[in-house]
């Protein structure tokens, strides 16, 4: 799968400096899909080279001609999505229609900062001093180092990759190194841009070989992360030595409400495949289900139903609608928190455990838990994972209290028939993005992130741009 690949420096495809490869395994037969060249420091090093001289030509570029790069990117995007797909689902264990879906959100990224290029605007500002003007400029902050994680390895790439490029910065791209071979295919097609050598390069290692020289070397001057909370409060601490600016998309723990004056079949039609969508390993996913007591029960037989009507298997089966847990550690750890809740007294009404009929692959069965108490590790920490957790509740401000008693303030989703309540609810959720009777959030028009320990800076709409670009002022007398 990878034998065309590799690490890609300075626009040309080459092997690790020292030889070293490890195999990529399948989430789905644990068996090695291939293997990957294992980036050195010195091998980062030649990188971070190749991106200064690359940022040098590129930033020359005007934006039209950007623009148009771009444009390039996404037909030859277009064109290869059937292997695309293919790999997303092999390193994902993904179904292929969330595969296939992923890689088109991608495209529409390098569609839109296309367009977005062309309007980096400036302004004209009235000076104090007699024939002055300020003239305010945006202009490509520098080398970016971007940094993912494996549960969308297309659309993460892609969120970085698109505005930087439209911005006129070089990137360095640090895949996870579970899911290299998407990025790969992503770095590929962006060839088809005609973009000066070392404008787009990819290394793929661990921390020491790759992130460490990244974020020491001084002429990077942005990085992007989506990653856990925590490896983005190491790499703040990291990024204060040499002053970079940082975005990053971390962790959340969504809380869903359903009022009782909601749509319940809209909600649960639109619920359950949402919640285990990726096997539930996706940031933005409801994970604590608040349903008012007068719909609790329907709501849990609703959910139950459907949930246990879901075709697990291999994603690459366009008839299964969710395959496997990325790898054995996160199933181990699926394992715990269902066994915690289930001890401190939560029901199970579907899954709760391993699907047996698997030889191999780390399948969990879509999971219901209800009688749920916030104080439950399921409730108050991110589960990421196929478990819907439900509780009850009877008022709207104890729910909107209930529902912001978190740290993670990455989205949030209600369900109700009054105009006036999603307003309220709006108002009130402590979250960067909220969803009412929709979870339809992730668009390249509009702003992605979140607040609190859920992150800063956003992905995508017109303030997808901006953390690439430093803001210049020059006062002009004549």
Known sequence: MYQNFGLFIG???RSASDGATADVLSPVTQQALGSVPVATADDTKDALAAARGGFDAWRATS??????????????MLRRTDEAKRMISSETGKPIAQAEREWGLSVDQFR??????RRIYGRIIESRVPGGRF???REPVGIVGAFTAWNFPAALVARKAAPALAAGCSIIIRPSTQTPG???VMVDCMRAGNLPDGTINLVVGPTATTYTPIMADKAVRKVSLTGSTRVGQQMIRDAAETVKKVSMELGGNAPLIVYDDADLELALNVS?????????QVCVTPDRFFVHESLHDAFVDGFVSRANALKLGDGLDPSVQMGPLINGGRLAEIEAIVSDAV???ARVFAGGERASEFNAGHFYRPTVLSDVTDDMKVFAEENFGPIAAITRFRDEDEVLGRANACDMGLSAYAFTRSPDRARRTVAALKAGMVGINSFALAASEAPFGGTNHSGMGREGGIEGISDYLDTKLAQIVF
């Open 11 to 13: 626009g040309q495809w």
């Open 63 to 76: 934006a039209f001609a950007r623009a148009d790069a771009l444009h390039r990117i996404a037909d030859e």
């Open 112 to 117: 839109w900062f296309a367009e977005e290029a």
């Open 135 to 137: 003239e305010v400029s």
């Open 182 to 184: 998407v990025a790969m």
């Open 272 to 280: 359950v495949p949402t919640k285990f969508a990726n096997s539930g």
């Open 343 to 345: 001890k401190a007294g």
